[in-house]
């Protein structure tokens, strides 16, 4: 079945180091392609997405691409802040019975310190 | 951004008992809903899909018996979990997808079920 496979954690960065979190992908078709972010205490929230092969989806300086050659979707920034510590969830969407249905990896938990 | 709530954040029951976890989504309809089980160092696992007017449709391995489902409004879907067990502990957290974009959900902030 479908599956999403990342990096394991914890990651642990000073602040302004380049960050990357592979994700790498197993899906029948074409999938969209999510990275959701989980601040302390607080719900999933979209960071980026993807819809279609060579799609680069950014927010907040964070990039991926979405490689179906490779059945890749790394997470990028350049430069990490204190602010990024956070639990990173990297995800694919199906659709199954007539709705979307999302299916996450295990999640990194990233903490940048100053 | 939409804005889902869950209701309560935390709770603590006894063996056997009955807890229900509200979803709300407080700036949209939602006719469908997603509940999810999270265990600690783990992946988000969907349990069910809840249809407004209609019944949830679990996935596989999950009991229908035990985890009650019911999408009373557009905005509002409630999972009970019956007879709550040790085991049943765990961080529950509902989604709800935007009418215009399916594809994006809109995550609630979860709640932490302990079971003594």
């Known amino acids: 079945g479908d599956s999403v496979t990342q990096m394991e954690g914890p990651v642990t960065l000073s602040e302004e180091a380049f960050l990357t979190i592979n994700c790498t992908y197993t899906?029948?078709?074409?999938?969209?392609l999510f990275w959701y972010v989980q601040y302390p205490g607080e719900g999933l929230q979209l960071l980026l997405k993807?819809?279609?092969?060579?799609d680069k989806g950014s927010n907040k300086g964070f990039e991926a691409t979405y490689r179906k050659e490779t059945t890749s979707f790394h997470l990028e920034k350049g430069s990490v802040q204190v602010s990024d510590s956070a639990v990173y969830f990297c995800a694919l969407s199906k659709t199954q019975g007539g709705s979307e249905k999302l299916v996450f990896g295990k999640g990194t938990k990233l903490t940048v310190n100053p | 951004g939409a804005v889902v709530s869950q209701h309560p954040s935390r709770v603590i029951c006894k063996s056997g008992t009955s807890v229900k976890i509200e979803c709300r989504s407080l700036d949209f309809q939602a006719t469908t809903m997603f509940w999810y089980r999270q265990f600690p160092k783990q992946s988000l696992m969907l349990m069910a899909t809840?249809?407004?007017?209609?019944?949830?449709?679990?996935e596989q391995g999950v009991e229908k018996d035990k985890f009650l489902i019911n999408h009373a409004s557009l905005t509002l879907s409630t999972l009970t979990v019956t007879s709550a067990h040790p085991e049943d502990s765990s961080f529950y957290i509902c989604s709800a997808p935007q009418l215009a974009s399916t594809d994006t959900q809109y995550f609630g902030p979860g709640t932490r079920l302990t079971v003594l």
């Open positions: 809840s249809n407004e007017g209609s019944k949830a449709t679990y």
């Open positions: 993807a819809t279609k092969a060579d």
């Open positions: 899906a029948t078709g074409y999938p969209s």
